[in-house]
C-alpha cells in the first residue's frame, strides 16, 4: 500500500521555538494531505486541509498564524508549529489522499518545555 | 449535526473471546467509511473500508464490518480476539463529495489473558 513518511518522529522543543514537521507520500503523489493533531487518550482532531499549490483551509479554532502549513510539490507537506508553547504539545498525524482512502504517516510527538 | 458515535469508550474481553466494537454515524447520505487501529504511540492502519456493494467488509487481522443503512452502523467484528489486538480502535467517515475524514472518539481494547 501507499507510504507516508514524517519528520522528525519526535521533537522536543523550547517554549518560544518554532519546529517545523514534514509529511512526505513516499510513491504516490497527492494534491492533499490533511493535518490532524491527537491530545492523550483522545481522537484524532483535523487541523487543516492543505492542497498542492494553494492556501491551506483551516478548521474552525485553528489559528492559521500559528500552524503554518506549506504544501509546495505533490510529494510535500510541512507544518510549522510557530512560538510553540507547553500547551501545543500533542501528536501530530499527517495523512495523504490517495485513490480511495488516506493514507496516515506515523506520527510526530512534540514536546514543548 | 454530522457526527461519528463511537458509544464504547473502553471494553475488555478474554482472549479467544469474540469481539463487536460499534460505530455509528449521522450524515445525509451514506458517507464512506473506516476502521483503523493505532497501537500506543504510533500512526493508523487501515483495517477495511466500506464504500458500497457488499455490507459485509473483510479486512486485515481477521476483522470484519458490516454495513447497516437502516441502523446507520458499521460495526467492527473479530471472532476470535488474540492478545496482539489489544489497541485503540477508531471509526472513520469521509462524507460523499467531501475530502475530510472525521473520527469517532475511539474505543480501547484490553485483552485479558
Known amino acids: 500500500g501507499a507510504v507516508v513518511s514524517q519528520h522528525p518522529s519526535r521533537v522536543i522543543c523550547k517554549s518560544g521555538t518554532s519546529v517545523k514537521i514534514e509529511c512526505r507520500s513516499l510513491?504516490?503523489?497527492?494534491?492533499?494531505m490533511f493535518w490532524y493533531r491527537q491530545f492523550p487518550k483522545q481522537s484524532l482532531m483535523l487541523m487543516a486541509t492543505s492542497n498542492e499549490g494553494s492556501k491551506a483551509t483551516y478548521e474552525q479554532g485553528v489559528e492559521k498564524d500559528k500552524f503554518l502549513i506549506n504544501h509546495a510539490s505533490l510529494t510535500l507537506s510541512t507544518l510549522t508549529v510557530t512560538s510553540a508553547h507547553p500547551e501545543d504539545s500533542s501528536f501530530y498525524i499527517c495523512s495523504a489522499s490517495g485513490e480511495d482512502t488516506q493514507y496516515f504517516g506515523p506520527g510526530t510527538r512534540l514536546t514543548v518545555l | 449535526a454530522q457526527s461519528v458515535t463511537q458509544p464504547d469508550i473502553h471494553i475488555t474481553v478474554s482472549e479467544g473471546a469474540s469481539l463487536e466494537l460499534r460505530c455509528n454515524y449521522s450524515?445525509?447520505?451514506?458517507?464512506?467509511l473506516f476502521w483503523y487501529v493505532q497501537s500506543p504511540g504510533q500512526g493508523l492502519q487501515l483495517l477495511l473500508k466500506?464504500?458500497?456493494?457488499?455490507?459485509l467488509v473483510q479486512g486485515i487481522k481477521g476483522f470484519e464490518a458490516e454495513f447497516k443503512r437502516s441502523q446507520s452502523s458499521f460495526n467492527l467484528r473479530k471472532p476470535s480476539v488474540h492478545w496482539s489486538d489489544a489497541a485503540e480502535y477508531f471509526c472513520a467517515v469521509i462524507e460523499y463529495n467531501n475530502n475530510d475524514m472525521r473520527f469517532g472518539a475511539g474505543t480501547r481494547l484490553t485483552v485479558k489473558p
Open positions: 466500506y464504500f458500497s456493494g457488499d455490507t
Open positions: 450524515y445525509g447520505a451514506t458517507p464512506y
Open positions: 510513491d504516490f503523489q497527492a494534491t492533499t
